[in-house]
């Protein structure tokens, strides 16, 4: 890029301030906001540059299923937002999990991952692995003997999210990061639930961090993304060439939507905790609600580890109503304010119902014991005034 560009801001920063500069490069036009190089690929000058790109001795870019600038941008504001020495962004959250899931492994590998996982990415660990000869052991996530018992010789990977989708169990991660190293396996954390704002996981000694950028990052429902974010060695090693020649590459113009997403992120984040921590204390002990769970009250289930490995709560609640299925489609169709729909992270609230949507795929045995009841509703925090929020569903439990 042009001489305009200035060094990345070093890492003292805080997070606010990497989102809304990291990674910028300023093309000779001095743009303010972040250029969107909306381009299949470059021309060169000469033929003996393009030949130096494409033996590397270049650096520039080539062809935008390899790199691209506004693709480039993307991926440096998430390493500096989450202190990984590399990363590589993806069309979409799955294929940054099935990336970094397979790419790394081999046929007579095996993998340890936690049972409650997004629908697809266990379809991935059950499903997916074993088809090319990578056996997996899913196990209770917050359950350490169950991963110490799960290792075997040849385990390479571990997996977990945390918080859980949709029932936002918390696994300890460090201690997880511990029992995959001592077996010479690397963990892989899905982070959407915590968003890099409240969590850390390379910090706390995960190896690898991936993102459905789909969710909190662009946080206004327009485009899908990923990124898997690691050491540059693991990078290099395994994911660099297994991207550019398998070609999940992210679109230029959802890169650029994703970069100006994160400008917004901590604000949209706290504010979306806020809410949620609000109307969680307000359905805590309404006689309609069997159980509540969010990671910000000091009643989960796992308090302590929120305590010791997130920043701040969650931007989702999730909640049982007494009465089963129909009681729960009673009280979604209720809603006024807040959407029946998938997403989360959104600007607008949201309600899903996991057993007939997100985990329909699992067996009844399945979700009973991921303790997706018929009447479970995840719910995920919008930018509406809290109070309209709350008073949403003080009126539709009524209904219910
Ligand atoms: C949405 C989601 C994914 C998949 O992301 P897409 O962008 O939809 O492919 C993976 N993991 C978790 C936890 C998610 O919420």
Redesign the pocket.
């Known amino acids: 890029m042009s001489d305009t560009t200035k060094p990345a801001p070093p890492r003292n920063y805080h997070p606010e301030t990497r989102l809304v500069h990291g990674g910028t490069l300023r093309s000779s036009y001095g743009e303010m906001s972040e250029a969107l190089f909306l381009t299949q690929g470059f021309v060169y000058e000469t033929a003996e540059q393009c030949e130096a790109r494409f033996t590397g001795s270049d650096p520039g870019f080539l062809y935008s299923r390899f790199s691209n600038p506004t693709v480039a941008m993307f991926e440096q504001r998430m390493v500096e937002l989450e202190g990984a020495e590399a990363a590589r962004a993806t069309a ?6 099935t990336t970094a899931m397979l790419a790394p492994l081999r046929s007579g590998d095996h993998v340890v991952a936690a049972k409650a ?2 629908g ?2 266990r379809y991935v660990v059950e499903d997916l692995l074993p088809r090319y000869g990578i056996a997996s052991t899913l196990v209770d996530g917050h359950d350490l003997d169950q991963w110490q018992r799960a290792m075997r010789p040849n385990t390479r990977s571990c997996f977990l ?1 945390s918080p859980t ?1 949709p029932t936002l169990d918390v696994v300890d991660i460090a201690a997880v990061a511990e029992i995959a190293h001592a077996g010479g396996a690397r963990l892989i954390v ?1 982070n ?2 915590a968003t890099p704002i409240w969590q850390s996981p390379l910090s706390l000694g995960a190896d690898v961090v ?1 993102y ?4 909190h990052i662009d946080g206004q429902g327009r485009c ?3 990124v898997i974010l690691s050491s540059r060695e693991f990078i290099q090693d395994h994911i660099h060439t297994f991207l550019r020649q398998t070609g999940p590459a992210l679109s230029p113009f959802n890169a650029w939507v994703l970069l100006k997403g994160l400008e917004t992120l901590a604000l949209r984040v706290r504010q979306q905790s806020e809410t949620a921590a609000a109307l969680a204390d307000a359905l805590a002990r309404h006689p309609k609600i069997s159980r509540l769970i969010y990671p910000g009250r000091a009643d989960h289930p796992q308090a302590a580890i929120v305590k010791k490995q997130m920043r701040g709560g969650s931007t989702l609640v999730g909640f049982e109503v007494k009465g089963g299925k129909a009681a729960a489609f009673r009280t979604l169709n209720a809603l006024k304010l807040a959407k029946i729909s998938n ?2 992270g959104d600007a607008k609230s949201i309600v899903t119902h996991p057993a007939t949507t997100t985990h329909q795929r699992l067996t009844p045995e399945a979700r009973a014991e991921l303790g997706i009841s018929e009447g479970f509703i995840r719910f995920s925090a919008g930018l509406e005034h809290r109070d309209d929020v709350i008073e949403d569903f003080q009126i539709a439990l009524e209904q219910a």
């Not at 979409?92 to 999990?97: N, S």
């Not at 459905?212 to 969710?215: G, H, I, L, P, V």
């Open positions: 979409t959250g799955m294929a940054a999990v996982l997004f697809s990415c999210e989708n899905d959407v639930f991936v459905s950028a789909t969710k899908l993304g990923g997403n989360l």
